[in-house]
């Protein structure tokens, strides 16, 4: 057997391994433009701002140790130009001497992931605009930092936008992230993003929603960029980070299948229309794992895993990929974001029924010190209870909870399931009805009925004649302190006995901070006869929906 692999990172790489481990017979080549092989991107950020202080370490192994260990053969500085699919061979141009030649297959593997977009603007060529793919990336990025950089102009608000904020703030430089959205971090609902946006503000970056950049223009002392308001931000240094697009330039002069938005075909053993040409990595078009429906998820763990199960079904077994979850997390100074699955705004597109919970509890027992707040939103069928997404926002414990619930959607649990979760508790790790018990609790109680909640959005889009009327069951401080529009405040230890001040021939959405006291209020107000529901997650979540950045 010969397989070449186009692409010697996260997916070529470990297809590369695997292979070798699977088969000590086969002639294995990898090919990668590049001068290094299997680095680890995910770090690259984190070199800019000298958290990882030295540039060896990015280097996860090199051509050389996977020449020895792997017994692989690896030809960096050397680009795959084109596949003759009738000859199973491939055109390729060694880029130190330029020599061209021609490699014979009996399996190929594309794994030559996803291009950082770089739109075509007035002045994008100037020197100090850079694109973050790859450690010569960094190296220039860095370099610049190193000479002195005063202010950073970050397009686009993604994962990687926000990783190299920190970075750059890390060493002093002032920072400005535009955003075409109205929000940043766009797999996420927009209203978990809020207190990370929040956050950016206080670490002293700029952040500009709903802005795009018209072009750059060079100046004596670096750059402007003009967006399209007519605002201009000098800057020494701009990251075009506005998102990425696979590289299918091979696969598809081969007339190899490829999607809409351009993700290389493949079916669940990872096979492309051409039954000896396989791909993984951000060059595929994957299927939502959530929803069925084809999707492009550029992340290194579905790419690493399809690069083992790429290599299984070419050796002989017959393996196959369950779909891409977009599991995913983000961490900006001490704040976390992470998701998984669906989120709301992709049900709604997809037209899929939902209901979901917010809840807002400590990442450990509140008692011990250092508990962190964190808020979890939860997505799941009306009817069965099926998990269909999650997304956690706080600091410590947030990658905990979204892992958990990760495994759960694979695993096809409910939120029925959620209730009867036994996780590892101690005061400093957790709580003895952990974040994921409550999501269940909550989210359980709703489907059974034993939990009437209405969401906020809902109340408030009522028209006023048929709104509920609303009753803020907190104490008179907190009431003070912040409420929702012609709330009346009731605190629910006085409720029992000032149940004369409520009206009965209208529907009560009773709420609190974070929908515990809601909860009891309903109970008393039901049984009480009165209509009463919760409004979910309460006035913290009513606060995240109505924060304007
Ligand atoms: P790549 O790792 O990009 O490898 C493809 C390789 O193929 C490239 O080196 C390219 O040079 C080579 N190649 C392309 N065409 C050819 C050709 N014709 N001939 C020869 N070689 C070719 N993901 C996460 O899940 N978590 C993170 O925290 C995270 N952080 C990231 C931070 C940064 C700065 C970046 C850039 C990415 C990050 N990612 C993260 C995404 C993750 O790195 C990618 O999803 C993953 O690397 C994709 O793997 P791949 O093998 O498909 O492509």
Known sequence: MKLLIVGGVAGGASAAARSRRLSEGAEIVVFERGPDVSFANCGLPYYVGGEIAERDKLLVTTPQQLRTRFNLDVRTRTSV?????????????????????????????????????????????????????????????KERVDRGVRQAVLLGGGFISLELAENLVRRGVATTVVEKNDQILTPF???????????????????????????????????????KSGQRLPAQLVVVGVGVRPENELAVDAGLEVGPRGGIRVNDRLQTSDPDIYAVGDAIEVTDFVTGDPAQVPLAGPANRQGRIA????FGRDTAYRGTQGT????????????????????????????????HPTHHAGYYPGAEPMTLKVLFHPETGKLLGAQAVGGAG??????????????GMTVFDLEEMELAYAPQYGSAKDPINMAGFVAGGLLRGEHPQVDVEAVLAAPAAGRPFLLDVRTAQEFASGHI?????I??????????????????????????????????????????????????????LHLSA
């Open 81 to 141: 130009e084109g596949i003759d699919r009738a000859a199973k061979k491939v055109r390729v141009r060694d880029l130190t001497s330029g020599r061209e030649y021609e490699e014979t297959y009996d399996k190929l593997l594309l794994a030559p992931g996803a291009a950082p977009l770089r739109p075509p603007l007035p002045g994008i060529d100037s020197p100090g605009i850079f694109t973050l793919r790859n450690l010569q990336d960094v190296d220039r990025i």
């Open 189 to 227: 609902d927009r209203e978990m993003t809020t207190p990370i946006a929040g956050h950016l503000a206080a670490k002293g970056v700029t952040l500009l929603l709903g802005q795009t950049a018209e072009g750059f223009e060079e100046t004596h002392d670096g750059l402007v960029v003009v967006l």
């Open 311 to 314: 290599a299984d079904n070419i």
């Open 328 to 359: 995913a997390i983000v961490g900006f100074f001490d704040r976390t974001a992470a998701i998984t699955g669906s989120s709301e705004k992709s049900l709604r597109r997809a037209d899929l029924p939902f209901r979901k919970v917010y809840v």
């Open 398 to 411: 947030v990658d905990k909870r979204i892992d958990v619930l990760a495994v759960a959607i694979q695993a």
């Open 485 to 489: 529009p012609e709330a009346v405040n």
């Open 491 to 544: 605190p629910v230890d006085d409720l029992r006995s000032r149940l004369g001040e409520l009206p009965r021939d209208r529907k009560i959405a009773a709420y609190c901070q974070v929908g515990q006291r809601g909860y009891l209020a309903t109970r008393i107000l039901q049984q009480a006869g009165f209509s009463a529901a919760n409004i979910g997650g309460g006035y913290k979540t009513y606060k995240l």
